[in-house]
C-alpha cells in the first residue's frame, strides 16, 4: 500500500484553496491509500520537468497537485498545489532528493542558486585583479573537500555553487537558495566552528540513522524525523492536520529537536538556547512522549517558574497530546510547593510584602542589627539573594557558602549577621509566615522525609530562574535517586534570566548533566535582524550555560530575514503615543496584521488611551490568564515579565533609554525584542 507525505506548505496554504478542491486533495491522499495506480488519480509525469520523478494530479478544472514519485519504494510526496500553470512553473527547474548523507529530503534550484552568485561576482572581477603570481584569499568553505560539504548537506548538484562562494555576502546570498540543513552547516563553519561540531551542534549526532539508497529513495522519509514532511496516517490523521487551528509546532519538529524529544538518559538531561530556538516546543513533546510510555499510576510533571507560562503550557497539552493528558500535571514552581506544603498538613500563608517589611522593621530595631556596621539594604539582600534562595538553616552552612557576586565578608561578621538572620526567621514562623524561598526550603524536607510521591518524569522550564533550592526541590521529586531513566529534563537561557539574577549551576543542586546537554541554535521565532538586536541589548554580559560555563552563541541563526528593528526618538509620552498609534495602523493597514498580533511593553496608559481613541481594542495579558489569541482582538499589552514565554508577529518596547540600565532591565529587555517574530519598534526616551 502506498503512503503519502504532505509538505509543510500545503498544509499552511490549504485553507485558502477553493473548497471544491480541498475536497479533491483529500480524496487523492485516500486514493492513493488504496491503490496509488489507479487511473482516477490522473498522475501523469511533467516531461519539461528537471526531475524525473515530478508528476501531477488533476485536483480541479483548473489546479493541480505537485507529486514526487519514489524511483524505490512505495511513499510519495505531495509538493504543492497550485493553479495549472503556476504549479508547473513552480517545479520545473527544481530538484527532489534524499540526501544520501543524511537521509532528508532536500528540495533546491541549482540554476537559481548559481545565479545568485553571479551578479556579485561578476561586479567584483571587474574591480579585482588578482596577480597570477599572488595566492588568492581563500574563504574557510573553500577548506572543506567536496565529500566534506556533501556530508554537511550539500546536494552533489550544488557543491560547485558552494565552491564559487569567496566571502561572507557570496554565502549569504547562497544560503537561502541552499536545503536548510547544508545552509545551518554551514553556517556555522563559516562562524568558525570545525565541520564535525558545526553538524552536532545544528543536526544532532545522537544516534545513526537509516540511509537511502539513492536520490530516488523515500522509503526512510517516514521513519525519520523532516522539518517540513508528515506521513499521512489514515482519513482521520488526514482531516485533523489539514484542520486550520493546527499549528505547526504540532506536526513539524528540526530532526535535532525530536533527537532530543526521544532521547534515552540514564540521569538528568538539559536543553538550553537562546530565546526562539524551540526549548519548550521541545519540552512539551518530550512530556507527551514520556506520558505515552507511563503506566496510569505514573505522572509526568512540568513545572515552570512563571504561572502565566504554566497555564499557556497546560491549553497546548491539551492540544498536543489529549489521549494522556491526564497523566500530565502542570504547575508553576511555587504552586508545586504550595501542594507539597498542603499534602504535610501546613496552614500557614505565604508573606506579604507589608508583612515583610513590618518583621524587618522589628529586626532592624533589636540590637542584633542595630550594632552592626552593616546597612538596612544590604541586610536585605543578603536574605534574599544568599540566606533564603539557598536554603541556609544553619551558621555553620552560611560560614561556608560561596556568596558569588557579593562584597567579602569574614568570618567573624558571618557569625554576626547570622544572628540577624535568625531572628527575622523566628519572627517570621511567629507569625506562622513562609516566604515563597522558605516554603519551598519545607517542601524540599517534606518530599525528603517521603511524605509526599515522587513523579516518573519531571520537565522544567525556566531553569535559569530557579534558586538552589528550587533545583534541589525538583532534583528530589525526581527519581534521579532511585536510578530510573529519564528522571529529569531541565530547559532554559542564560539570556532570559530575570528573576533570580545570580546563576545557580546546576551541578550544586545534585543535577549532573555532563554528557547529558544539547543547545539548540536554531531560532525559528524571530527575523535575524530581531535577534541580532536582542543579543545586541546584553553585549558585554558573560550569559551562562545553567551549569557554571559561558554559554557559546557561535553559529547561532534564525531562519528567516524581515525588517530591521523601527528605532523612534520621543521627548515624552504624547509623542510616544503617537509614534505608537501610527506603527499599529501600519502595521494592520499595510502589512495585514490582526490587531491581537501586536504587543506593547511595559503598559503606558496615554499610548492604551490613544490607541482606543483611534478606534483600536487593547486587550491587558494578565496573572495566572493565557492570552485568549485570535478569539478575542484587541493590541495586547503587558509587563516584560508578564509577556516573557508568548510571542507575536511585533513587539513594542516603549521605554528603552540609554547605557545606563541594570542587569535586570537588560535582561528584560531581550526578553521582549525575542517575543518578535517580524517586526520590532523601540522607543528612545531621549535625554535618557
Known amino acids: 500500500m502506498a503512503k503519502m507525505m504532505l509538505h509543510r506548505d500545503v498544509l499552511k496554504n490549504f485553507g485558502k484553496l477553493p473548497a471544491k478542491v480541498q475536497k479533491k486533495v483529500v480524496e487523492l491522499t485516500q486514493k492513493f491509500e488504496e491503490d496509488s495506480t489507479q487511473a482516477s488519480i490522473h498522475l501523469e509525469s511533467i516531461n519539461a520537468a528537471k526531475d524525473s520523478k515530478v508528476r501531477s494530479a488533476r485536483v480541479g478544472l483548473d489546479y493541480r497537485a505537485i507529486v514526487i514519485a519514489p524511483e524505490k519504494g512505495d511513499t510519495f510526496l505531495l509538493m504543492h498545489i ?93 544560503a537561502g537558495y541552499l536545503p536548510p540543513e547544508a545552509e545551518q552547516v554551514l553556517y556555522g563553519v563559516a562562524s568558525g566552528m570545525p565541520l564535525e561540531e558545526a553538524i552536532n551542534e545544528m543536526l544532532g549526532a ?48 528540526h530532526p535535532y529537536q525530536r533527537k532530543l524529544v526521544e532521547w534515552h538518559t540514564r540521569g538528568p ?6 530565546a526562539g530556538t524551540g526549548k519548550t516546543v521541545a519540552l512539551m513533546h518530550r512530556a507527551a512522549w514520556l506520558a505515552q510510555r507511563c503506566s496510569d499510576e505514573e505522572k509526568v510533571l512540568i513545572t515552570t517558574f512563571t504561572t502565566n507560562l504554566s497555564v499557556t503550557i497546560m491549553g ?11 497523566r500530565i500535571e502542570v504547575t508553576n514552581l511555587h504552586q508545586l510547593a504550595r501542594t507539597i506544603c498542603a499534602r504535610a498538613q501546613w496552614q500557614g500563608k505565604i508573606a506579604e510584602k507589608e508583612d515583610l517589611q513590618s518583621i524587618w522593621l522589628k529586626v532592624l530595631a533589636m540590637p542584633v542589627a542595630t ?35 557579593r562584597k567579602p565578608l569574614r568570618r567573624k561578621q558571618r557569625k554576626a549577621l547570622w544572628k540577624v538572620f535568625v531572628e527575622l526567621r523566628r519572627q517570621l514562623s511567629g507569625r506562622n509566615l513562609l516566604t515563597f524561598d522558605g516554603l519551598i526550603h519545607q517542601a524540599r524536607e517534606v518530599v525528603e522525609r517521603g511524605e509526599f510521591p515522587r513523579y516518573r518524569h519531571v520537565l522544567v522550564d525556566e531553569i535559569q530562574d530557579f534558586s538552589l533550592e528550587a533545583l534541589r526541590l525538583v532534583a528530589s521529586i525526581s527519581p534521579i535517586a532511585e536510578g530510573l531513566d529519564n528522571p529529569l529534563c531541565v530547559v532554559g537561557d542564560g539570556h532570559q534570566r530575570i528573576y533570580n539574577p545570580v546563576p545557580v549551576p546546576l551541578g550544586r543542586a545534585g543535577i549532573e548533566v555532563r554528557g547529558r546537554s544539547r543547545r539548540l541554535k536554531i531560532n525559528y521565532r524571530t527575523s535575524e535582524e530581531i535577534r541580532d538586536w536582542a543579543h545586541a541589548a546584553l553585549e558585554g554580559l558573560d550569559v551562562d550555560d545553567l551549569d557554571g560555563e559561558r554559554a557559546v552563541t557561535l553559529g547561532d541563526r534564525s531562519i528567516f530575514h524581515g525588517p530591521k528593528p523601527q528605532v523612534v526618538s520621543c521627548k515624552d509620552d504624547d509623542e510616544v ?77 516603549l521605554d528603552q533609554g540609554g547605557n545606563e540600565k541594570g542587569l535586570t532591565e537588560r535582561f528584560e529587555d531581550y526578553v521582549a525584542a525575542s517575543r518578535a517574530q517580524q517586526q520590532l519598534l523601540v522607543v528612545v526616551r531621549q535625554g535618557s
Not at 316 to 326: E, I, Q, S
Not at 598 to 605: A, F, G
Open 206 to 253: 545522537l544516534d545513526e540513522i537509516e540511509k537511502p539508497t539513492g536520490p530516488g529513495d523515500f522509503s526512510y522519509l517516514a521513519e525519520i524525523t523532516n522539518l517540513d514532511l508528515v506521513l499521512v496516517q489514515g482519513e482521520e490523521h488526514l482531516r485533523e492536520i489539514l484542520s486550520e487551528d493546527i499549528e505547526e509546532w504540532r506536526v513539524f519538529l
Open 316 to 326: 497546548l497539552m491539551k492540544k498536543l497530546a489529549p489521549g494522556v493528558v491526564d
Open 577 to 653: 503615543a503617537s509614534a505608537v498609534v501610527s506603527w499599529v495602523k501600519g502595521l494592520t493597514e499595510s502589512n495585514g496584521f490582526k490587531t491581537h498580533e501586536i504587543c506593547l511593553t511595559p503598559p503606558n496608559s496615554k499610548v492604551i488611551s490613544s490607541l482606543r481613541s483611534h478606534g483600536f481594542a487593547t486587550v491587558e495579558l494578565k496573572a495566572r490568564q493565557p492570552d485568549p489569541g485570535q478569539e478575542e482582538s484587541g493590541v495586547r499589552f503587558g509587563t516584560k515579565k508578564r509577556i516573557k514565554g508568548l510571542e507575536f508577529k511585533a513587539v513594542a518596547i
Open 82 to 174: 497550485d493553479h495549472h500553470d503556476e504549479a508547473y512553473q513552480w517545479c520545473l527547474n527544481k530538484r527532489f532528493e534524499a540526501h544520501l548523507a543524511l537521509g532528508t529530503l532536500q528540495v533546491f534550484d541549482v540554476e537559481e542558486a548559481e545565479r545568485s552568485l553571479e551578479t556579485s561576482q561578476n561586479g567584483e572581477a571587474e574591480e579585482e585583479r588578482w596577480d597570477t603570481e599572488e595566492s588568492v584569499p581563500e574563504y574557510v568553505l573553500q577548506d572543506l573537500s567536496d565529500d566534506e560539504l556533501f556530508q554537511a548537506g550539500v546536494p552533489d548538484a550544488l557543491i560547485p555553487a558552494v565552491r564559487a562562494v569567496r566571502n561572507d555576502d557570496d554565502f549569504e546570498r547562497l
Open 371 to 405: 550594632e552592626l556596621d552593616f546597612s538596612e539594604e544590604f541586610l536585605r539582600d543578603e536574605f534574599e539573594q544568599i540566606i533564603d534562595p539557598m536554603g541556609i538553616t544553619t551558621e555553620e552552612e552560611y560560614l561556608t557558602v560561596v556568596r558569588s557576586g
Open 269 to 274: 538531561m538539559k536543553i538550553f538556547g537562546a
